[in-house]
Each structure stands twice: as C-alpha cells, then as structure tokens.
C-alpha cells in the first residue's frame, strides 16, 4: 500500500492526542465559522470533529485501537500517521469491546445518521443555495442536537481523558448556544410569510426537528399531516396525538401515556419506562384493527425504532408504539418468519420484515451464488 506520501515529524503518543483533540475542535469552529457562507460545509466539518474525538478516545487507552487493521499495527508507522483509520462503527465497537465503555445508542444513532448526511454531502454535491437561511437553520439544529451527545460524552463520561480541554469545550458549548439563537430570529423574519400562508388557508404545525410553529402541513393523512418546515426546510409528519389513558399498577390512577415525555406516575412518581408502558398497556388493549383474528397476538414488533419486545398496541383507531411514539403503520403477520410486526405490508409480503430482511437477503444471495 502506497500510503506513505504524507511525510510527518516522528511525534510522541502524548503529542499525537494533543494534536488530534486540537484539530478536533478546530474543526468544530470552522463548521461554525462557515455556516453564513457555505452551511452545508458545517455538516461535514462537525462530523470530522466527532470522528477525530473518538479517535482521540481510543487512542488515550492505548494508540492501537485507532489503527484499523490491530494486528499490522506498529508504533512507528503510527506515530508518522501512516495508519488506515478507524470510522463511526468500527470505533464505537472498540469503545465498548476493548476499553468497555459503549457509547449510547441514543447517541450513536445521532452520530451514525450524521455520518449519512455528511455521505450524501460529499457525494451529491448540491450547488442550489437558493435558501441559504434554511439550510443554515437545518444545519444549526443537526449540529446543535450532536453536540448534545458529544458535549456530554467530553465533559461527563470522559471527563478524565479530556480534563486539560474542558475550557475549550465550554467556549464551544457558548459559540452552539448563540447560533441556536439563529432559529428564533429566523422564525421572527418569517413571521410576515407565515401569516400571509395563514390568511391563504395554510395550517401550520410545530416543526419536530427546531421546533418553532412552522411547520406547513401539505398533506392530511389519518395518522398524522405531512408539513414542511418554513424554518429549517426539514420535512416531517405530525403524528396524531391521543388522550388515552392507563392505570398505574402502583397507586391505580389513569394518566395519559402516549407522549415521549413521559417518564413517571404524575401521580405517585413510579417510574415510568419502555418495559412498563407494554406491561401497563397489555392489560388495556387487547384486541387489534378489522384485519385482526380474535386469538391472533395484538401487540407487534415495531419497525421504526426496533425495540426488541413489541411494543405495537392498537390504540384509538391506530397501530402506536408505546417506544416510538410512532402511529398509523399496518400490522401483519409476516409470512415468511410469522413474526406480528409493523411496516409497509406490500414490502412485507413480497420480500420481508424487518425482522428476517437479513435472512431473506442472504437466501436471495445464495440463489444468484453471490
Ligand atoms: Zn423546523
Ligand atoms: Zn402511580
Ligand atoms: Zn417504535
Ligand atoms: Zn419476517
């Protein structure tokens, strides 16, 4: 492998995570200094940071976890920086199998779905900077909902790795905190826009990426309305709320539970989570929609967040996750593993369901022999 064309000083292990965790937050800065020009820039610039942070994870437990291949790794090819670099996945891999410190999913997904739009960035670059305001209000949410996770991962769980830069962060915290600003004063601008669409007959919903009332609905659906951000230009779908309640099995009150925010018994603080809310709503909701067969399983695996237990009921005239908060999916019984399970039931029956799409593919492989 010709890798060697990047000549770099010999430095040592201490002068190599210094230099990573610098260049790390230099790229953090650059994706803020760039967000008037070339917002989009900001999004690639903010995703290098969070890969170099984890490199710098890795390397403060010992400087073979960021080379990709651990067995061709040797300490002076690495200290050159001749190494193939660990991404996303791989690091976070190691984060949890080597130094067993896993990163939480919550966070990973956020990092990984950056990871996606970065990958669309590069690869399709888009030149239309019609809106630039939007597209930087986009960007300034992705970001400032990423540094969520990583401010905390820095700050909190790897408090002692990165104890020298806590400073630096904090300034960066402030610098993420006065761009967010950039969101309501956006949606102030727009204020004349926003009414005149109103006066047209336009309804608009809180937007679930920025969350200002921007949200144009263009579309009603039984389960919801499909609106488009004025704000951010992030498309999304409201969901249709509901009022149902449950009993608590501790104190017996009914409270309303099909809210993301719930987190305890508003009446005797029983913690309330994911496992809870199936048992509570076991109970409850014991029969499915018209297509259902009395004796048929009623609760199904949901495909959109894949919580491991299904966690599906039919509630007030919907299919709703009780872990999602998703709504207004079909449930079926997939006829290839039998599995109970939401999604697109024409994708279902004529390939598979989330849950064995990886065995379908498989068998589908061996058939062509690929
Ligand atoms: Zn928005
Ligand atoms: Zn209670
Ligand atoms: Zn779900
Ligand atoms: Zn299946």
């Given at each position: 492998m010709a890798r060697k064309f990047i000549q770099q000083r010999r430095q040592t292990k201490d002068e190599m995570f210094d230099a990573v965790v610098k260049n790390a937050i230099d790229f953090i800065d650059s994706s803020l200094d760039n967000l008037g020009k070339r917002p989009k820039n900001g999004i690639v610039d903010f995703y290098t940071a969070i890969e170099l942070f984890l490199k710098a994870r890795l390397m403060a437990e010992h400087w073979t976890l960021i080379v990709s291949k651990s067995d061709s790794a040797s300490l002076s090819s690495f200290s050159v920086g001749d190494f193939h670099s660990v991404y996303l996945e791989d690091a976070a891999k190691r984060l949890k199998d080597v130094v067993g410190e896993a990163i939480e999913d919550e966070a990973l997904n956020n990092f990984?779905?950056?990871?996606?739009?970065?990958?669309?960035?590069?690869?399709?670059?888009?030149?239309?900077?019609?809106?630039?305001?939007?597209?930087?209000?986009?960007?300034?949410?992705?970001?400032?909902?990423?540094?969520?996770?990583?401010?905390?991962?820095?700050?909190?769980?790897?408090?002692?790795?990165?104890?020298?830069?806590?400073?630096?962060?904090?300034?960066?915290?402030?610098?993420?905190?006065?761009?967010?600003?950039?969101?309501?004063?956006?949606?102030?601008?727009?204020?004349p826009v926003i009414q005149q669409k109103q006066r047209e007959g336009g309804v608009f919903v809180e937007c679930g990426s920025c969350h200002t009332l921007a949200g144009l609905i263009s579309e009603t659906n039984p389960w919801g309305s499909n609106y488009v951000c004025m704000v951010c230009q992030k498309a999304g779908v409201k969901i249709r709320s509901t009022a149902e309640k449950v009993a608590c099995d501790k104190c017996g009150h009914e409270f309303e539970f099909f809210h993301?925010?719930?987190?305890?018994?508003?009446?005797?603080?029983?913690?309330?989570?994911?496992?809870?809310?199936?048992?509570l709503c076991k109970i409850k909701y014991t029969t499915g929609d018209d297509w259902w067969e009395e004796g048929g399983p009623c609760v199904a695996y949901c495909h959109e967040c894949q919580y491991p237990k299904?966690?599906?009921?039919?509630?007030?005239?919907?299919?709703?996750?009780?872990?999602?908060?998703?709504?207004?999916?079909?449930?079926?019984?997939?006829?290839?593993?039998?599995?109970?399970?939401?999604?697109?039931?024409?994708?279902?029956?004529?390939?598979?369901?989330?849950?064995c799409e990886d065995e379908m593919t498989q068998k589908m492989m061996n058939k062509m022999n690929l």
């Open positions: 990984k779905a950056l990871a996606e739009h970065r990958n669309q960035i590069v690869h399709f670059a888009h030149t239309d900077y019609a809106d630039v305001g939007g597209i930087k209000a986009g960007v300034v949410m992705e970001q400032w909902r990423s540094w969520h996770y990583l401010h905390e991962l820095l700050t909190m769980k790897w408090k002692d790795t990165f104890n020298a830069y806590i400073p630096e962060f904090e300034r960066l915290h402030t610098r993420i905190l006065a761009e967010k600003d950039f969101i309501q004063s956006r949606f102030q601008d727009l204020q993301s925010t719930v987190s305890s018994c508003p009446y005797c603080a029983q913690p309330i989570d994911t496992d809870k809310l199936i048992s299904p966690s599906v009921f039919y509630i007030d005239g919907l299919w709703s996750c009780v872990s999602c908060f998703d709504r207004g999916w079909q449930a079926i019984a997939c006829p290839h593993c039998d599995a109970f399970v939401t999604g697109d039931a024409e994708r279902i029956e004529y390939f598979a369901c989330h849950k």
